[in-house]
């Protein structure tokens, strides 16, 4: 796929995906050419092995990055090690003060998080069920006197020695900063302010100033306990990564780079290293994924999209729906319940690297919940796993060839493979080994079928209205399994899968997105004073929160006329929980026509995101949330450009024939290599394609035909989908 | 032609092979008496033959289950449907026997079998009629629920003319309209008042509730709202079962669908058999249970009910080699009248729900256990009442308590197996706050506070109860935000803290309870505190310490607005009831007493009411806990100073910012401990002698405690005879009755 020449070639864009273990860099031309790089993390200065694997990339351009880096106009990363840092508990010396009879915050926690993200099966066992370390313990947490109510009226005055006192213990404790999430601050502030007034004046009295988050001036939403783990992930996990950042930047510059290093943050777009929240790049690599598939699904002019992302350890999907992924603003993240918004991503914990067992009791083959996690199975003798995984089960069926896995540098032994699944699954059962691995196969499939089923049914749609798309690692290998029977309009495959996620995040605007709880009713019989008050209402908070937007970009050196407004609001129905977020039609509302507009967007939206359900005007409405998101258009990845060559395709992509077991019988199937199949070309199945960072199959009766951007779609034979 | 045959004409079975449904049903119970299987299967020739394709099927239908509970209570649900998870769905055989059950609630996986077979026996078929379509609402204890607050909706699915299986649905409402507001009203003493009633009614068709149903039930509860969202909700996830059993059909083939829900519940009877034996020792394992009520003070109930009482449930638990369950509550005392009577249905789905917690909680959970075990419930008693007009409003009171016993029997099985990390004291439970406006025509008249879905767990052999995070009928418990709960609750938390001294002790400590100190917010308010009081209700396990029992301590007409005004302290809790930061800081007219459970009682603006919700039984002598888990616990708060030395028998000193446990002193402060038992120790046959003389024969009992022996040993020959065996008594030893 470098069909520019050297001399011609510009690089353009610059995606990071920095992993636990390795740190991959991918490098688009101005053709849509890509180079992927990889070297070893390292997690004390990000930066070095950044470094690395930017050169390990344009080495093969026979580029140095001093030469790559000033012709490139985009840069963009999304990394783990804030992440890590939480899952590691390695986070700073936080001080927390809360109101006043709620410093058991940490140690109550609410239930649901001793089990969140837990199996079925689990989640029933409460002997399994766990709390959390505390991100601070008790020895640094401090209450303060005072209530707001649920209405923001103050019920008991502030406490204001409470807090004087308390910030003295906490910088007596030598904490690195201080949070403060007082109830009910996100609809009056006024308390949380006079906290941060006398905690700045103390710190000045005592010579000793350290950073002080506020919940109400950084997430003012509802519920108390998932904006304080807001709070203080971004105050333990995040801010810390700033230092992180700023010396990756710091080298981009060093290299020459002219563009500013943005991240990937979690509602879909990439915001500076400077941005005031950092907590929602928490998880990003991921929403790259959807990302990407938004993009190319622009490019393609197709307006729905099931993403699906298969990783050793997980299974992700999300719905991308008339060219816009959908938003939540409650996700769980590291078993904590968080308060940001992020792209609503449905995962479990099911990947390539997930164990197989037979229950020994009933008989039952069961999935993980544990798995390899960065190794492969017991089909690699340089591990020591005891468990088959998924991978080992592919191994045996003679869909992964044991010589090329990862391009051949780690050698698997398919007699190993046969012998586990043989003694763990096959004789259990009473099945031959070749059946039980590929019953094996097939449950998995099913599950990950019934999530795609489930996300895309649950919602009223039907597959035949979106196309899915399979990327990561593994999705090659089972998109077709789990899309078989399911009628999508288009199954598609990216020839640069394994690399989605960072290609997605190239893809990925300059934006800024806030929000705050406005919790205004619209009861059924409003009149129109009472609705023209409410849209002044929502307008102001917009204002408020678009000079937030204007104030972060302007960090960056960004124009308030170059950044492109796009006001929403969060509506539900009148006593019911669950909003949905809605693009509002105009820039400000001011009549009362206004606010029907956008009440009748909600409708309309609600009835495509809900479409089983009736919905309930006659409840009158509740708009919960007010959101400006604020973006400046970045240079993304133009895809390949390549002539359509015949179906056939040339003998030289063909490397061998192998056998393959599919549905009880082994089957010869030819095997090709990816990067030397040509657009045009079709692939009929069985056959399975193979490419050093993933593998492609395709079953009998389907077919792969690879287009001209190097996307292969999944059809069945015979060109129908 | 009777006037019922001119309304209802004849028309085509609706059952399987041209049976009815009520024939199918007694076909069903017949073969399983003749040959102890289900459906009299021989052999699981899919599952044999196919496993890959059997599981596949199971785990579509499951799976399509939990889906439906995920999407429908996003669709349309009560704040405690949605946030909560009070729901549940399942799928049944054509005669109500669970298939496969969702998440939430699962207590209920029993009770709507309950309603289904009750349509079936009753011959709805013919009179009202059964058809696609069809929505059938139950909310009836005694035909088949726990209390009227637990809403059941059944959509049969039908597939070319027959009935294929059940769609169900539960949700927990937060108000029937019952004599006082609040799901778990304690207040009625007879069915009249325990709130609306939906006697296993058809209420809809073609998919749509009849006018003349919506319009009753919204006038009949409190909170109108809730009521139809939760209602919608039900609906929604039953048509959603509908469809993944109309898909499942479709792929595999009807023949196939009716041999697969056969063998699935074979399967789950056989696997749970397998389980009993691999896990537990046959044998009789006893778990009684007593817990007081304390009424005799209500001046606004009648003479017959305004009385003091305990409930007593002598739960034995039976299991045989074949690996069969089998648990009686022969010994239970009489019904009563107040608001904590049980039917069998509602013991059937707590023992269900704790059994799907422990030995099942693989996830092929169904009603082969049903099959796999047996329940005795002696009639007459509170577990069995047989009277048509018991009141049923709370009767979580005692189902709670007695259920979270079932798995201190089992655990005594597991250890001696050796499955020492299954093992788990029980659970704590209380307090319920519950309320509601004194104005009706408020907008939000009625409350049910779940943080008491999050009581502190048994302890373990392995490690401590789980603290603070889950309850016996309630695993994923959730106790939510402040700031949701005030939303709905004109109740400021002041506090929700940890509260020492809650867990049972022992060398594995339960898990810890919590308390929730609360200010009344609105001029006129009433509450109730439902929980134990005078007795502890689990005890603990191995010579382990029961948890705390709770108790009130409520304030009203405090000071609390000059305490503000003047910036002095006030209160967030009381971590040490003898020495009362309650009493203490604040100033008004308290109520503090071991009663704790009452009627509704009014509150006004600025009263206090303390919320304190229960711990979990511990395990295991005290003297053997760690000192390093004592310290802990001191360092924690967990622990009053007076209560580890008492208790753990530690020698402590002042460290520099803490107590120091002192290894060396405890080690012979714990000698000292061991001595001293030694030397107050007598012949267990010489403690007897002493009991029976001093206190069963001349009836030395308190009145409560003399009227439930009295009555355990009316209603069951039996029992009295191991009563009268264990003190040495003769033959016709009675309990003389209560003179009020």
Redesign the interface.
């Given at each position: 796929m470098t069909q520019t020449t050297e001399a011609t070639r510009e690089v353009r864009i610059l995606g990071i995906d920095a992993g636990g273990t390795m740190t991959d860099t991918i490098m688009i031309d101005d053709a849509g050419g890509f180079v992927i790089g990889k070297a070893q993390t390292t997690p004390e200065n990000e930066s070095v092995g950044f470094e690395h694997s930017a050169r390990d990339a344009l080495h093969y351009w026979g580029l140095d990055p001093e030469a790559g880096f000033p012709q490139m106009v985009s840069g963009i990363f999304s990394g783990t090690s804030m992440l890590n840092r939480l899952l590691e508990r390695k986070g700073q010396r936080v001080g927390l003060l809360v109101t006043?009879?709620?410093?058991?915050y940490l140690?109550?926690?609410?239930?649901?998080q001793?089990?969140l993200g837990f199996s079925?099966?689990?989640?029933?066992?409460?002997?399994t069920?766990?709390?959390h370390e505390p991100l601070v313990p008790?020895s640094r947490i401090r209450?303060v006197?005072g209530?707001i109510?649920?209405r923001g009226d103050e019920?008991?005055?502030l406490?204001?020695?409470h807090a004087e006192d308390g910030v003295r213990d906490l910088l007596a404790e030598e904490v690195d900063c201080i949070c403060v999430n007082l109830?009910?601050s996100y609809i009056n502030p006024d308390h949380e302010n006079r906290v941060e007034e006398i905690a700045r004046r103390v710190m000045r009295e005592e010579g000793a100033e350290v950073p002080i988050f506020i919940s109400s001036a950084l997430y003012p939403k509802?519920?108390?306990?998932?904006r304080l783990n807001t709070l203080l992930i971004e105050a333990y996990a995040a801010e810390p990564g700033r230092r992180q950042l700023q010396l990756l930047r710091d080298v981009t510059k060093r290299l020459g780079a002219p563009f500013e290093l943005r991240v990937m943050a979690g509602f879909g777009g990439t915001i500076s290293v400077g941005a005031k929240q950092l907590v929602n790049t928490l998880v990003s690599g991921p929403i790259g994924g959807v990302v990407g598939a938004r993009h190319l699904a622009r490019l393609t002019d197709v307006p729905n999209v099931v993403c699906s992302d298969i990783g050793g350890t997980s299974f992700d999907v999300a719905l991308v729906t008339n060219g816009e992924y959908e938003i939540t603003s409650t996700p769980d993240i590291a078993h904590f319940k968080m308060n940001f918004p992020m792209v609503k991503i449905d995962s479990i914990g099911a990947g390539t690297g997930s164990f197989v067992r037979v229950?020994p009791?009933?008989?039952?083959?069961e999935f993980g919940p544990d798995g390899a996690g960065a190794k492969i199975g017991m089909s690699n003798p340089a591990e020591d796993l005891a468990a088959v995984t998924i991978t080992d089960c592919n191994v045996v069926l003679g869909v992964i060839s044991p010589d090329y896995f990862l391009g051949g540098e780690v050698p698997l032994d398919r007699d190993r493979a046969v012998a586990a699944v043989r003694e763990q699954i096959a004789e259990p059962?009473g099945?031959g080994v070749e059946?039980a691995a590929s019953?094996v196969i097939?449950?998995f499939e099913?599950?990950l079928k019934?999530q795609v089923r489930?996300l895309v049914m649950?919602k009223g749609f039907e597959p035949a209205d979106y196309v899915l798309m399979g990327y990561g690692g593994g999705g090659p290998l089972h998109v077709a399994g789990y899309t078989d029977g399911l009628h999508f309009r288009d199954v598609l495959v990216p020839s640069w899968a394994a690399g989605f996620s960072a290609f997605g995040c190239a893809c990925a605007d300059f934006a800024y997105r806030f929000d705050r709880q406005v919790d205004l009713e619209v009861p059924p019989d409003a009149d129109e004073a009472a609705k023209r008050e409410i849209a002044a209402s929502i307008t102001a908070a917009w204002r408020a929160l678009g000079e937030r937007v204007v104030a972060e970009f302007a960090k960056s050196g960004v124009d308030a006329g170059d950044v492109g407004f796009q006001p929403y609001l969060r509506v539900q129905?009148l006593?019911?929980?669950?909003d949905i977020e809605v693009p509002s039609p105009l820039a400000e509302l001011h009549t009362a026509a206004d606010l029907d507009a956008v009440i009748a967007a909600f409708e309309r939206d609600y009835g495509k995101v809900?479409a089983?359900?009736?919905r309930?005007p006659e409840?009158g409405y509740l708009i919960t949330l007010a959101i400006v998101v604020g973006a400046t258009p970045a240079e993304k990845p133009v895809l390949p450009e390549e002539d359509l060559g015949p179906a056939e395709p040339p003998a030289s992509a063909e490397k061998e024939r192998r056998e393959i077991f599919w549905h009880g019988a082994w089957r010869p199937a030819r095997i090709f290599e990816m990067d030397h199949l040509a657009a045009g070309n079709v692939v009929e199945g069985p056959a399975v394609i193979e490419a050093p960072s993933t593998t492609l199959v395709v079953p009998p009766g389907r077919a792969a035909a690879l287009d001209r951007h190097r996307i292969f779609h999944l059809e069945a034979q015979g060109g129908t989908r | 032609m009777t006037p019922e045959a001119r309304a209802f004409p004849e028309r085509a079975p609706i059952g399987w092979d041209g049976m009815t449904l009520k024939q199918m049903l007694d076909h069903s119970d017949q073969v399983f008496a003749e040959t102890g299987r289900y459906h009299g299967l021989d052999g699981l020739e899919l599952k044999k033959n196919d496993p890959i394709r059997y599981e596949r099927m199971y785990s579509r239908m499951r799976g399509g289950v939990v889906t439906a509970r995920e999407n429908a209570a996003k669709i349309a649900a009560s704040p405690l449907v949605e946030e909560m998870g009070e729901v549940c769905f399942t799928l049944y055989t054509p005669e109500g026997d669970s298939i496969a059950l969702s998440t939430g609630i699962i207590v209920h996986v029993h009770t709507m079998s309950d309603a289904i077979k009750h349509i079936v026996r009753n011959d709805y078929e013919v009179n009202p009629g059964i058809e696609d379509g069809d929505i059938f609402v139950n909310n009836d204890p005694q035909i088949s629920n726990v209390h009227n607050a637990d809403v059941q909706t059944m959509v049969p699915v039908f597939w070319e003319g027959e009935l294929v299986a059940w769609a169900a649905g539960v949700t927990h409402e937060v108000d029937v309209g019952a004599r006082t507001p609040g799901s778990s009203s304690v207040g009625p003493i007879s069915r009249l008042e325990d709130g609306i009633d939906i006697p296993a009614m058809k209420c809809g068709s073609n998919d749509t509730l009849f006018r003349d149903y919506v319009d009753r039930c919204r006038r009949a509860v409190r909170t109108p709202l809730y009521w139809s969202l939760d209602e919608k909700t039900r609906i929604a996830g039953c048509h959603m079962l509908r469809d993944v059993v109309l898909e499942l059909i479709e792929s595999e083939g009807i023949e196939t669908y009716k041999r697969f829900i056969r063998e699935v519940i074979e399967e789950g009877r056989q696997s749970f058999l397998e389980r009993m034996r691999e896990q537990l020792v046959p044998g009789v394992y006893r778990a009684p249970v007593f817990i007081d009520y304390q009424l005799a003070a209500e001046p606004s109930l009648p003479r017959h009910a305004a009385r003091d009482g305990v409930l007593h449930s002598p739960m034995e638990v039976t299991i045989r080699p074949s690996g069969k369950l089998e648990i009686s509550l022969d010994g239970a005392n009489s019904w009563g009248f107040h608001s904590f009577n049980c039917t069998p249905t509602a013991l059937q789905g707590a023992m269900w729900a704790v059994l799907a917690e422990t030995v099942m909680s693989s996830d092929k959970v169904n009603d082969g256990a049903y099959f796999a075990s047996s329940l005795y419930l002696p009639f007459g008693s509170w577990t069995n009442p047989g009277h048509p007009m018991t009141s049923h409003s709370d009767s979580w009171y005692i189902l709670v308590p007695a259920f979270a016993a079932l798995p201190r029997a089992l655990s005594r099985g597991y250890h001696a197996r050796g499955y020492v990390e299954e093992v788990i004291a029980g659970w704590g439970d209380g307090n319920y706050l519950q309320g509601g406006s004194p104005d009706p025509f408020g907008d939000q008249a009625a409350i049910s506070n779940m943080e008491t879905s999050c009581v502190g767990a048994g302890a373990g052999i392995i490690q401590d109860g789980l603290d603070y995070a889950s309850s016996s009928w309630f695993p994923t418990g959730d106790m939510g935000d402040v700031e949701d709960w005030e939303r709905m609750e004109p109740l400021l938390y002041v506090a929700r803290r940890v509260k020492p001294q809650t867990c049972g002790f022992g060398r594995r400590r339960g898990g810890m309870g919590f308390e929730s100190l609360r200010m009344v917010w609105v001029d006129e308010y009433e509450l109730q505190n439902i929980g134990d009081g005078t007795m502890f209700a689990q005890s603990g396990l191995f010579g382990g310490y029961p948890a705390a029992s709770g108790y009130r301590h409520n304030i009203r007409n405090t000071n609390l607005p000059q305490l503000f005004a003047e910036r002095r302290p006030y209160p967030t809790g009381e971590p040490d009831t003898a020495d009362s930061e309650l009493s203490q800081l604040v100033d008004g007219e308290p109520t503090r007493d071991l009663r704790g459970t009452t009627m509704i009682e009014a509150y006004s603006r600025y009263d206090l009411y303390l919320s304190m919700i229960r711990g979990g039984p511990g395990l295991g002598d005290p003297l053997e806990r760690q000192l390093e888990d004592v310290q802990r616990d001191l360092d924690e708060g967990l622990i009053l100073r007076r209560f580890a030395e008492a208790v753990y028998a530690v020698s402590l000193r002042e460290g520099d910012d803490r107590l120091e446990v002192d290894a060396g002193e405890s080690e012979a402060a714990r000698d000292r401990a061991r001595r001293s038992r030694a030397e107050r120790a007598v012949p267990v046959s010489e403690w007897i002698e002493a009991e029976r003389r001093d206190r069963i024969l001349p009836q030395r009992l308190v009145g409560p405690v003399r009227e439930m022996y009295r009555s355990s040993m009316e209603l069951s020959p039996r029992w009295a005879r191991h009563f009268r065996s264990f003190w040495g008594l003769e033959d016709d030893f009675e309990f003389t009755e209560d003179e009020r």
């Open positions: 006043q009879g709620m410093e058991d140690r109550l926690e609410r239930g649901v001793t089990h079925y099966a689990d989640s029933l066992h409460v002997v069920h766990r709390h008790l209450g006197g209530r109510d649920a019920a008991i005055p406490y204001e020695q109830l009910f509802r519920l108390d306990f998932p229950n009791v009933s008989q039952r083959i059962l099945l059946t019953g097939e449950l099913d599950e019934r489930a649950g129905y006593g019911q929980v669950n809900y089983q359900a009736a309930s409840l | -």
